[in-house]
Structures are given as C-alpha cells and as structure tokens.
C-alpha cells in the first residue's frame, strides 16, 4: 500500500535541495521560520544569471570573492547585502554580519544574524562558506 502525504502542510521546498519521498520529490518546510531561512540561503547563494527573467536575483556576494578583504570591501559588501534582503524578503531584518576568511582553504566564511520581523527579537544565525576560487 503506498501512502502520499499532502503538500498542503507545506510551505516552499527547503534549500539547499534534499530528496525525499514524504509528499514529493523535494524536502519542504513546514515552519516560516525553516521558509524563510531557506529564503534567505536560496537568494545569498544564487549566481548573477541563474534565474531566468528575474536579472536583479542574485547574490552580490559572487562581486567580491575575488576583491581584497579590507574595511571599504567589507562595508560595502555589507550594504549590498542588506539591499537585497531587503527587496527580496523584506520580512527579514539583519542585525549583523561577519566575514571570516579561510585563506588556508580559500573561501570566505560568512555569518548573519538576523531577525525574521513577525517574530519581534528572537535571533536567527546563518552560516555560509564560499569558495574564493572561480570555478
């Protein structure tokens, strides 16, 4: 006897992409704070030209892999940032961001913390790692 599970009980599909067999082919979130975070990892992790039609959707993290990490760098690496949470998923506020620089194994590593507005002050981590390398 095979089972479906509805997908009614589901939000978006969670990213990064997970196989499942529980109501479809793809993991999905079933909380909006699971949605949004994956909101947020989808937008900062999409490349210039990977969404067909929607040219202002991506990452502006891509601009500066190659770039010197200096203060003017960071600073406007933050702000770019910042602009596109809030176009994109304007329920999302950051309050801070770091970058950590792995040199030995040449990625940059970034953590943001933010708050997802409907849930007033509860503070939300997330931790990124970017090759530095073109690939």
Do not use: C, H, W
């Amino acid at each position: 006897m095979i089972y479906l599970l509805s997908m009614a009980n589901t939000i978006n599909i969670r990213f990064p992409f997970r196989e499942t067999y529980d109501g479809g082919v793809f993991d999905s979130t079933i909380t909006s704070e699971a949605a949004y975070q994956s909101d947020l990892i989808s937008l900062l992790t999409t490349k210039r030209g990977q969404r067909v039609m929607r040219s202002k959707l991506y990452s502006p993290i891509y601009d500066y892999l190659m770039e010197p990490l200096d203060t003017i760098t960071e600073q406007e690496l933050r702000r770019d940032i910042d602009s596109k949470v809030r176009e994109y998923i304007p329920q999302i506020e950051i309050k801070k961001i770091r970058f950590n620089p792995d040199y030995d194994n040449n990625a940059l590593g970034i953590k943001i913390i933010y708050i997802i507005k409907e849930y007033f002050s509860i503070e939300k981590t997330l931790d990124l790692s970017f090759p530095t390398e073109i690939q």
